[in-house]
């Protein structure tokens, strides 16, 4: 198996990649960049349901009826979609992993289901960390332009016109979770989950983490060194 330790060199093989990230690090500009440079799909178990749910499947009518009863979707039915998903031929190569494995058992029920490939490569885990406060700044201070969708952010971006889209000159508009409150929560949530994935990961040998206070190619360089040093590759 041939690899190459630039994301812009195509014969990288990724195989499944879980990148984690607490909300506000990057991490959908970070899998965009990489999906493009591997020629990898980005599986989200999101997008999995709501492709379901429009198919008429019989998964996706069950999802239907647990949600609108108000109940939450049990990791059975959850992990059923996703190893439909893996199935579909655009994951060969690799893909990274959006949302899932969100909770322990689901990590130790994709660990089963990918051993039972005795070619095929494990998860390996990369978180992107950023400080709490930097978060706060990112999530607090975004502002968006209802007519372009420009984001700005007042503390790290701001406009030139305080308020204003300096393309439309529209008031700009902070989304109703974009508060103090809302992010503290989000943060508590994340942590719960993600932490019991990430010392699972760890015992394995499988995980590394990397700062994410950085430009955005700088970040996209510290993952890939991550993960080269995570499937065993460096000095090839």
Not at 117 to 141: F, K
Not at 152 to 166: I, Q, T
Request: charged content about 20%.
């Amino acid at each position: 198996m041939e690899c190459v330790t630039s994301p812009g060199q195509p014969e990288f093989i990724s195989g499944p990649v879980l990148l984690l990230g607490a909300p506000g690090v990057g991490k959908g500009t970070q899998a965009q960049i990489l999906m493009q440079a591997w020629g990898v799909p980005q599986i989200s178990t999101g997008d999995i349901i709501r492709a379901n749910i429009k198919g008429g499947s019989e998964m996706g009518k069950e999802f239907q009826k647990l949600v609108s009863a108000g109940h939450l979707v049990p990791d059975d039915l959850v992990n059923q979609m996703v190893a439909e998903r893996l199935q579909q031929p655009d994951t060969a190569r690799g893909y990274l992993l959006d949302g899932f494995p969100r909770t322990l058992p689901q990590a130790q029920w994709l660990d089963g289901h990918l051993a039972k490939n005795p070619t095929g490569l494990p998860v390996v885990a990369v978180s992107i960390e950023v400080g709490y406060t930097q978060l706060l700044g990112r999530i607090t201070g975004r502002r968006t332009c209802p007519v372009c969708q420009t984001i700005y952010n007042v503390h790290f971006n701001p406009p030139k016109v305080e308020g204003k889209c300096d393309k439309e000159g529209a008031a700009l508009e902070q989304r109703a979770d974009d508060t103090e409150e809302k992010f503290a929560e989000r943060m508590r949530v994340f942590d719960a989950q993600t932490a019991p994935v990430i010392e699972h990961y760890r015992a394995l040998g499988r995980f590394e983490a990397v700062d994410g206070d950085h430009p955005v190619e700088v970040v996209t360089e510290k993952i890939v060194a991550a993960l080269m040093r995570l499937r065993g590759n460096e000095g090839q």
